[in-house]
C-alpha cells in the first residue's frame, strides 16, 4: 500500500511550471543560459496552442450544444488558457 497520496489534477500555475521545467531540460546547454529561459518558455506556449487547436469544437444548435461533450472541451480550452497565463508571469 502507498502512503504517498497522487495528486492526479495540477493548477494552472503547476502545469506551467511542469512545461518549463521540461523544455529547459531539454534545451538546457551551458552556453545558452540566458536564451534557454526565453526558449522553452516559447516552447511551453506553442505547446498550450497546439493543445487548444487540438480540443474539437462543435456547432451549436439554437442555442444548445450539439454534444455534452462541449462542456468538457470548453473547460480544456479554459484551463490551457490559464496555464498560458502563468506561463507568462513566470
Known amino acids: 500500500m502507498l502512503n504517498q497520496k497522487i495528486k492526479l489534477v495540477m493548477t494552472p500555475q503547476e502545469k506551467a511550471k511542469e512545461l518549463l521545467n521540461r523544455f529547459q531540460t531539454m534545451l538546457e546547454s551551458p552556453f545558452t543560459k540566458g536564451l534557454m529561459y526565453q526558449d522553452a518558455t ?3 506556449l506553442i505547446c498550450c496552442d497546439e493543445i ?4 474539437p469544437t462543435y456547432p451549436h444548435i439554437e442555442g444548445e450544444y450539439i454534444e455534452n461533450g462541449q462542456d468538457s472541451i470548453d473547460s480544456s480550452q ?3 488558457k490559464q496555464v498560458k497565463e502563468e506561463i507568462e508571469k513566470l
Request: hydrophobic share 60%.
Open 42 to 44: 516559447r516552447c511551453a
Open 52 to 55: 487548444m487547436a487540438a480540443l
Open 78 to 80: 479554459r484551463w490551457y
